[in-house]
């Protein structure tokens, strides 16, 4: 599979869909942001930073500080693939992230999302 579409997708134009998608099962931008910030170390600046620029999903998880080590935790199904099969790292840490916008957009709560 040729992944390099969704590599160089820009992470903004895909961001108001995350936020969307909460909000749409009261849910918060707030909330969206905790769990991007908890997978990648990114904070508020650094995030807005990334969306004003454009940066494209490979960017973002390349320069992201740290990937949370509890990410591996993160299993179960987004998209008709089991995330933690899932071989390609940078595929893996994309659908991480929509796996645990998928949580939140159920009603999970944080601290099972965030596997605290």
Known sequence: MNNTRVY?????SVYPHYIAKAEKKSR????????IFWLTGYNEQ????????????????????QINPNASKITGVICGYRV?????????????LDKLIDELAKGKAMEKILRK
């Open 46 to 65: 650094s995030l807005q930073e990334l969306l004003d620029n454009k940066t494209d999903f490979e960017t973002f998880f390349a320069q992201a500080p």
């Open 84 to 96: 933690e099969e899932i071989e390609d790292k940078l595929m893996q840490q994309i659908r991480y």
């Open 8 to 12: 160089k997708m820009a992470f903004a």
């Open 28 to 35: 918060t931008k707030q909330e969206v942001d905790e769990i």
